[in-house]
């Protein structure tokens, strides 16, 4: 007796929830979010070399959740931060480390002229160099300036063995350390706010054009 009202509720479930299903279809409503939201991807990354630099360009696709776009239209910046770091590869020993910088990107929108500020800083320490803002009049104009690194300097060409192999190491990701602390609280275990890439990519410098 038990086994079949196990069984005739299981039943019972099932058409309830096939008949939830047709009703939301029918009256075109969209369908409940089920899957996360497109990861982010690096869909281009290419090094080339300048007279005596080794210059990276990028391409990342990503996208913004509500919730940081919320945030940023209430006068929340956001920081998106690129690393590049370019080892040597030593079979004896641990891979050597020859080069290592970052860029930062603060976002941020302006309500009064509802304009949006983008301020690009690179180095070691980009908190403490010079910065270059540059202003958009739309979000998906400053995410496209964002998405996109051109002919940036990650290393010395004279500290580079052009017959060794090399390994460059690619990050990308919205730093949420550097939200005002109670929003750092509140994002912790929240995939909205979980924008981050990265790549591994072997190279030598002899061939690099």
């Given at each position: 007796?038990?086994?079949?009202?196990?069984?005739?509720?299981?039943?019972?479930?099932?058409?309830?929830?096939?008949?939830?299903?047709?009703?939301?279809?029918?009256?075109?409503?969209?369908?409940?979010?089920?899957?996360?939201?497109?990861?982010?991807?690096?869909?281009?990354?290419?090094?080339?070399?300048?007279?005596?630099?080794?210059?990276?360009s990028a391409n990342i696709?990503?996208?913004?959740?509500?919730?940081?776009?919320?945030?940023?239209?209430?006068?929340?910046?956001?920081?998106?931060?690129?690393?590049?770091?370019?080892?040597?590869?030593?079979?004896?020993?641990?891979?050597?480390?020859?080069?290592?910088?970052?860029?930062?990107?603060?976002?941020?929108?302006?309500?009064?002229?509802?304009?949006?500020?983008?301020?690009?800083?690179?180095?070691?320490?980009?908190?403490?160099?010079?910065?270059?803002?540059?202003?958009?009049?739309?979000?998906?104009?400053?995410?496209?300036?964002?998405?996109?690194?051109?002919?940036?300097?990650?290393?010395?060409?004279?500290?580079?063995?052009?017959?060794?192999?090399?390994?460059?190491?690619?990050?990308?990701?919205?730093?949420?350390?550097?939200?005002?602390?109670?929003?750092?609280?509140?994002?912790?275990?929240?995939?909205?706010?979980?924008?981050?890439?990265?790549?591994?990519?072997?190279?030598?410098?002899?061939?690099?054009?």
């Amino acid at each position: 007796m038990t086994a079949f009202i196990t069984h005739w509720w299981k039943s019972a479930r099932l058409d309830r929830l096939a008949l939830f299903a047709l009703a939301w279809l029918a009256l075109g409503l969209p369908a409940p979010a089920l899957a996360q939201a497109a990861q982010p991807e690096v869909k281009l990354l290419q090094l080339e070399r300048s007279a005596d630099s080794l210059l990276l360009s990028a391409n990342i696709e990503f996208q913004l959740s509500a919730a940081v776009e919320d945030a940023l239209l209430k006068g929340v910046p956001v920081i998106f931060v690129a690393e590049a770091e370019v080892l040597r590869e030593r079979w004896y020993w641990a891979d050597k480390r020859l080069a290592s910088t970052v860029r930062q990107m603060r976002l941020s929108h302006h309500p009064m002229t509802r304009r949006w500020r983008l301020s690009l800083s690179s180095g070691e320490n980009p908190a403490s160099g010079a910065a270059l803002n540059l202003n958009f009049e739309s979000l998906a104009e400053a995410l496209a300036t964002i998405s996109r690194l051109s002919s940036w300097r990650i290393a010395d060409w004279a500290e580079l063995e052009p017959d060794a192999r090399h390994q460059l190491q690619f990050r990308f990701r919205l730093d949420v350390g550097q939200l005002p602390r109670p929003m750092q609280i509140g994002t912790l275990g929240q995939n909205d706010w979980n924008i981050s890439v990265s790549v591994t990519q072997k190279f030598v410098p002899g061939e690099i054009r």
